[in-house]
């Protein structure tokens, strides 16, 4: 941990897009311009008054926010510690978080005057907000997909194809999320002039962790309002799960400088972390991919390496540069959930409280099931739900009838 | 400080021809295969010599250049055996020069002060680095030109006038103009496009301009060539080499020969191209 601490954890990245020694603009040539106009369009379009409000528009009335922020009793009850409270993200409209991001991102896209969206997806989630809010405002929409994660999140592909939207299956690499990510820069790369990649999490080049985590907030800033309605008070912890981080940096940001609430975000430990998994803090180490220098899986050479998971969204060897900044700088306690610690979350959540959640939020209600135990009952603490689990009930199905693990 | 790539342009420069840039994937289809097919390059008319790094992730490679990098990951290449390679070569070849090209992160892990050094060492020349534009000059680009390295530049369709003497500022050895928006292997450029490119890149620098993506016969090299002062081909001669495996990817009797002979077939196409008048 660092002994010098910053005035305030909230004020990166600096102009060049760093966070501390993450961050920064990884990217080819033909790509370096495209991405000093988007900067330039949101620099812009956050001055805008007008940007804003058309913005809280669709938010309260397409989105259906505030999302509740929701007191789960029997949960707590069976824990028998810290009072939980889940923020409901899995309400929105199409059934994650994600959709707070793509709609920012697609009125960006719409003051670009850019008519062809391209997005990655690993679960699906991200994929589909995008297909929706094209398909709501008259967009061409391509979605890459690793062609594992076409197979493992089927429902999802025919939502967006019934959206209007290509998927696009990869073969490449290892076929999940990061090669999804790799096609979609060479989709980019190519078609320059007519494109804007709308980025899933808050990965990618500078603007991108920055701008991705500005329409996340929304979910930091709703859950500050609603704990003070209810219990007049700071939340004293929060957990997420972390793919890229975007759902967990949406609900940290706006609490970084609340120097008593404990955070921690959880990674996808897969089968352990001495196998197969897609912690990249506990397991990684910093690099330079797919436009930032993060936290990384990586062999001793700079090669890449496979990550696991049982969770589509989280299958990624890598996370945001701001939450390797927030982990080396010690703000955020960074943990991880095996893949049979989130099936066994998700069932218990499903059971207790009727909430089917997605597998990615699934790893964070494991995380809660071991810390809400160890703390007191008046101890608020509040979880990203991220994601409802429609788009898992067949694998998840599968596997406990024991067909597929 | 000249480096064999100065020495190399100026040479044809007197010769009143274009450069003949060749690009393979270092250790594809393996080793050993590898050095013999880079020692063939310029018996075959290369005039530079681009060495590829394998890497998991290559963001700018279409399918040819991505699978070349997997075939030789596969092998076991590492960014130290690739320098490896380019010792071997150098026991017989002292003029030929050597630029490695490839993504930022191998070199980042290897330690760019160590890689700088043990480069050099090894008789490189020159880096491409296609993930490091000049917003990131600090990483890289700044010390290879310390340790006497050129850093060559991509310069793309999207670069503008604007922008261009960014991109040109901390460039050294030649300026790579990428011809196409796009991925390689992808559709050629058309010559008057390019022509029109060169024009308004060496308003703004007095150093060789090369182009480079989706050349891949004699007559396109032939066409580009009259342009510029190198034409580079790459994924066409991966193809070559590809195609002269055997079913699992190994190399055959004719895998080395395959990739001389188009080198020869496309070098001819670069040394009929009438130099455009500086
Ligand atoms: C429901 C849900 N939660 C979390 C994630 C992980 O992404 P991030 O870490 O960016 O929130 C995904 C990604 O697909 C998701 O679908």
Redesign the interface.
């Known amino acids: 941990m660092n002994s010098v601490k910053p005035n305030s954890y909230r004020s990166g990245p600096d102009e060049r897009g760093h966070f501390g020694i993450f961050g920064g603009r990884f990217v080819a040539e033909t790509l370096m311009p495209l991405i000093l106009d988007l900067e330039k369009a949101y620099t812009e379009a956050k001055a805008d008054p007008a940007f804003q409000s058309e913005m809280n528009g669709y938010l309260k009335n397409y989105v259906g926010r505030p999302s509740p922020l929701y007191f789960a009793e029997r949960l707590t009850e069976h824990l028998g510690g810290a009072k939980i409270y889940l923020k409901r993200e899995e309400l929105n409209h199409t059934g994650s978080h994600k959709v707070n991001n793509v709609l920012g991102q697609i009125m960006l896209a719409r003051r670009m005057g850019k008519k062809r969206i391209i997005a990655e997806t690993g679960a699906g989630q991200h994929g589909v907000a995008t297909a929706t809010l094209c398909a709501r405002f008259g967009l061409d929409c391509v979605v890459y997909m690793g062609a594992v994660d076409v197979e493992r999140q089927q429902p999802n592909v025919i939502r967006m194809e019934m959206l209007g939207a290509k998927v696009i299956p990869v073969q490449s690499g290892t076929r999940t999320l990061k090669d999804a990510m790799n096609e979609a820069l060479r989709d980019w790369v190519t078609n320059v002039h007519d494109t804007f990649y709308c980025i899933g999490t808050v990965a990618g080049p500078h603007p991108y962790p920055t701008l991705v985590r500005d329409f996340q907030s929304i979910i930091g800033n709703e859950t500050k309002a609603q704990m003070q309605e209810i219990e007049g008070r700071l939340p004293d912890s929060l957990v997420a799960c972390i793919g890229g981080g975007s759902n967990a940096m949406g609900l940290f940001h706006p609490f970084l400088d609340d120097s008593t609430v404990e955070i921690f975000g959880v990674e996808a430990a897969g089968h352990g972390l001495t196998q197969l998994h897609a912690a990249s803090i506990a397991g990684g180490r910093p690099g330079v991919l797919h436009g930032n220098r993060t936290y990384l899986l990586m062999d001793a050479d700079g090669q890449i390496q496979d990550a696991h998971s049982i969770s589509a969204g989280l299958d990624y060897p890598g996370i945001g540069p701001e939450h390797s900044w927030l982990h080396e700088i010690g703000r955020v306690n960074y943990l991880s959930a095996t893949d049979d610690e989130a099936l066994a979350a998700f069932q218990l959540l499903s059971k207790l409280e009727g909430i089917i959640p997605a597998l990615e939020p699934a790893h964070a209600i494991a995380k809660v099931m071991e810390l809400a135990p160890k703390r007191a009952k008046d101890h608020l603490m509040v979880v990203n739900l991220s994601g409802r689990g429609d788009k898992d009930v067949p694998q998840v199905g599968d596997i406990l009838r024991g067909k597929s693990k | 400080m000249t480096t064999r790539i100065d020495t190399r342009f100026a040479e044809l420069k007197k010769a009143g021809r274009a450069a003949f840039v060749t690009f393979v994937m270092a250790g594809d289809p393996d080793p050993a295969t590898s050095l013999e097919i880079i020692k063939a390059l310029p018996k075959a008319g290369a005039d530079v010599i681009e060495l590829g790094m394998?890497?998991?992730?290559?963001?700018?490679?279409?399918?040819s250049i991505?699978a070349a990098g997997l075939r030789a990951?596969k092998v076991g290449m590492?960014?130290?055996k690739t320098l490896d390679l380019v010792r071997g070569f150098r026991k017989d070849d002292n003029a030929t020069p050597i630029v490695l090209m490839g993504?930022?992160?191998?070199?980042?892990?290897?330690g760019v002060d160590k890689f700088l050094g043990d480069a050099k060492a090894a008789g490189i020349d020159g880096l491409i680095i296609?993930?490091?534009?000049?917003?990131?000059d600090d990483e890289l680009c700044l010390p290879a030109m310390k340790a006497g390295l050129n850093f060559i530049?991509?310069?793309?369709?999207?670069?503008?006038d604007k922008?261009l003497p960014a991109?040109l500022a901390n460039t050294s050895g030649f300026v790579y103009y990428?011809a196409i928006?796009?991925?390689t292997g992808?559709a050629a450029a058309d010559a008057s496009s390019v022509s029109e490119a060169v024009t308004r890149i060496k308003r703004h620098t007095k150093l060789p301009v090369c182009v480079g993506f989706g050349i891949r016969t004699p007559e396109n090299a032939r066409a580009i060539a009259s342009h510029a002062n190198g034409a580079v081909v790459g994924t066409a001669l991966i193809d070559a080499l590809r195609n002269s495996l055997d079913a699992d990817g190994r190399a055959t009797g004719k895998t080395v020969n395959a990739v001389a002979e188009l080198t020869a077939a496309l070098a001819q196409g670069v040394k009929g191209a009438q130099q455009a008048a500086e």
């Not at chain 2, 296609?130 to 990131?136: A, G, R, S, T």
């Not at chain 2, 530049?153 to 503008?160: E, M, Q, S, V």
């Open positions: 394998p890497f998991t992730d290559p963001m700018a490679d279409g399918p991505q990951l590492t960014l130290k993504y930022y992160n191998p070199i980042y892990i290897y296609v993930d490091l534009p000049p917003e990131e530049r991509l310069a793309t369709p999207t670069t503008d922008r991109v990428v928006t796009g991925i992808a």
